[in-house]
């Protein structure tokens, strides 16, 4: 339900409240990612994209390394094509290997 309230938090002339209080009501176990920046957008409260950002960071940590290595490599280059405005995509990606096996 909180997720539903936050993407109509989002629409033009939507009021956040609803969302907040689903989010009051819902605790840790329902809250995520996708949860938190939805609510950055309809509030432009910048706590909702660094506890966003702690959640995914929550979630990598329990990918094994295996699989996170190569993806860093790829999310660095992506990084640095979006920083000096190129586009991205599968031609520009700088890496060839799989990010999953």
Known sequence: MALAEAMFACLP?????????????????????????????????RSHLEQAKSLLDEQLAKVPTSITKPCARTSASTARSLRRGESIGPKSSRCDKPCAE
């Open 13 to 45: 002339g939507a009021d956040s409240e609803a969302a907040m209080l689903a989010l009051a009501e819902i605790g840790d176990n329902g809250d995520s990612p996708q949860l938190r920046w939805l609510l950055h957008q309809a509030t432009g409260d």
